[in-house]
């Protein structure tokens, strides 16, 4: 599973704050401990970027660069702050992210061609969200067929389903079912294409201290399901372990609850019932409250 | 070849509930089938309850229409609620408005004397409901449950902000439950969850929060359907809980309920009517014509 190491974003206060005195330390600091904690990738999310939108581009990706040899993510909303940030990126950076709307298609789209880097689709389109898994694969081939037409092929695009809060009343286990199966089936859809999630929207809304396990045994149940790669927290060492291969067992213990399989919670350590009872969760197979590790 | 109607049959049961006390008392839930599929494997052993609506205070915004049936006892909750039993109602449903610090803050010992001497004065089980102050509701509830000890009302509503205190007051004394969350499923589960920890679930009645047709009906509708669908065809023991729709004043609160009477029936009738298909175990309405209008519709084969 290919990490992209999520720390670096303007929604935190801090680094907001950072970016705007250009405050080296926090940047550098942040990039060299998701680096050693194994990332493959670092995110640089700058949001929408209102002004000297190329100047703090240019100084952020150089910042990170010199503490880091990992490729860069540039995570941004906003064209012009896209192509200097991937201008002036050393190694093959990552787009992120391109859609299916007129404006990511003919603004978006052609950068990763022209600067020949990878790049993240997600299957939003003019319309908004499509809900099911059909819509989302139809949006999805509209979106990479027109990237094919600019001349960029299949194993340099990510497909993103986009992950929703789980938590969201009535629907949001339904979206979490949803993204499980876009995953499992894309590879035959769309031979060659790669994948990616913003992982932590599975857990937005939930209390802070259960978001990580909610997290956790979300992305061991995609990369089941085939998923390439995602945004998310290298910080977090139990997911890191999960992932690099660390604890096969309690992924087994998730892959069986995946597969409906009688599972003795008496037998598990309390770490364990909470990995069976978070997937039951996630695969929709009971009904979803904050409580959930409580019943 | 024969055509044969398949049949479903689930594991889920909705816990059956008693409330009231010897021959004043009633069941409720108990079905293994979803609502109305009697073509199915199981059964229904409690068809859906009515009971009729009572406040501790001479309602101030009802229309005449709706004053009508009661006016020589409206201001009198003992009177009123023997009268109630004039309609052929399951139970009666007292709501405590006057100890809500926005209408007149009345004492919590007022309220609970109230509910005792309502409930010593009917034949069939009373359910009490609080103002709904999350703070009052604390004082007002625990003091009812005092005073009415051991005669298993039906008392609410229990609010995720509140559980831990009415809930033990409830339990301490002897009644039953009435759950409540603001229309939404996963919330609803967690109060559950929560309350269940030392809550008997056998003894906890769900309230979604109905809303009345034009209003919102639609997501009342959809969120019993769905508890219901969850108890029974999942399993989910924090949704197999009887389901009590508490929809009348929300009906007479409407314009076109207000506007004229026929209408006012016909709103709350078809409020009642929908959230029974739903699943509600148990419906409190404003307007006896209503439970008679529901009654002959129920008959009609």
């Known amino acids: ?295 | 070849m024969e055509y044969k109607a398949p049949v479903e049959a689930y594991t889920g049961v909705v816990r059956e509930i008693t409330i009231g006390k010897g021959n004043k008392s009633l069941k409720i839930g108990g079905e293994n089938i979803l609502p109305l599929h009697f073509f199915d494997e199981g059964s229904n052993p409690n068809p859906a309850k009515f009971a009729l609506e009572i406040l501790d205070m001479k309602p101030e915004d009802w229309p005449a229409h709706a004053v009508e049936p009661f006016k020589d006892v409206i201001s009198d909750p003992i009177s009123w609620a023997k009268k109630c039993q004039g309609f052929a109602v399951d139970a009666v449903s007292l709501f405590l408005v006057s100890t809500d610090p926005a209408v007149k803050n009345a004492p919590a010992d007022k309220a609970a004397a109230l509910a005792k001497e309502v409930g010593e004065a009917i034949d069939v089980p009373l359910i009490v409901y609080g103002s709904g102050d999350e703070k009052k509701d604390v004082e007002v509830l625990s003091k009812v449950a005092e005073a009415c000890d051991g005669m298993n009302l039906l008392i609410g509503p229990v609010l995720k902000e509140n559980y831990e205190a009415v809930g033990k007051a409830i339990l301490d004394h002897g009644h039953t439950a009435i759950a409540q969350s603001p229309l939404d499923i996963n919330l609803l589960k967690e109060l559950n969850v929560k309350l269940s920890k030392f809550f008997p679930p056998d003894r906890i009645v769900i309230d979604p929060l109905s809303s009345a047709l034009g209003y919102g009906m639609e997501y009342s509708y959809s969120l019993i359907e769905r508890v219901k669908q969850i108890g029974i065809m999942t399993k989910d023991s924090m949704t197999m809980m009887p389901i009590i729709a508490n929809l009348g004043a929300e009906c007479w609160k409407t314009k076109q309920a207000k506007e004229n009477k026929e209408q006012g029936l016909l709103w709350e009738g078809i409020t009642a009517l929908s959230l029974l298909l739903a699943g509600a175990n148990i419906l409190v309405l404003r307007h006896p014509e209503t439970l008679s209008l529901i009654k002959e519709t129920m008959e009609v084969k």
């Open chain 1, 1 to 295: 599973m290919v990490i992209i190491g999520e720390n670096i974003h303007v929604i935190a206060q801090a680094i907001s704050t950072a970016i705007r005195e250009k405050n080296a330390k926090i940047i550098q600091d942040l990039a060299k401990e998701q680096t050693e904690a194994g990332a493959d990738y670092i995110d640089l999310n700058v949001g929408p970027m209102k002004k000297d939108t190329e100047e703090i581009m240019q100084w952020l990706v150089s910042t990170v660069q010199e503490v880091t040899d990992l490729p860069l993510s540039i995570d941004t909303m906003n064209p012009v702050a896209m192509e200097a940030g991937l201008k002036a990126c050393q190694k093959r950076p990552l787009l992120n992210s391109a859609s299916g709307k007129t404006s990511s298609k003919e603004q978006m789209l052609p950068l990763a061609q022209k600067y020949n880097c990878d790049v993240v689709i997600s299957v939003m389109t003019d319309k908004g969200m499509p809900p099911e898994v059909d819509s989302k694969i139809e949006s999805i081939m509209d979106t990479v067929a027109h990237a094919n037409e600019l001349g960029i092929p299949n194993e340099d695009i990510w497909v993103d389903p986009i992950i929703l809060p789980v938590s969201t009343a009535g629907e949001g286990q339904r979206f979490a079912v949803v993204c499980l199966e876009f995953i499992k089936i894309l590879e035959d859809v769309l031979p060659g294409v790669k994948s990616t999630v913003g992982l932590s929207n599975v857990s937005n809304g939930v209390p802070n201290e259960l978001r990580p396990l909610l997290n956790r045994v979300y992305l061991v149940m995609l990369g089941r399901n085939g998923l390439y790669s995602a945004i998310a927290d290298p910080l977090d060492k139990e997911l890191m372990s999960l992932v690099k291969g660390e604890m096969p067992n309690d992924v087994e213990l998730i892959y069986k609850t995946m597969d409906g399989e009688d599972i003795d919670l008496s037998a598990l350590s309390q770490k364990q019932v909470e990995y069976v009872k978070t997937a039951k969760v996630l695969m929709g197979a009971n009904l979803y409250s904050d409580a959930w590790l409580e019943s």
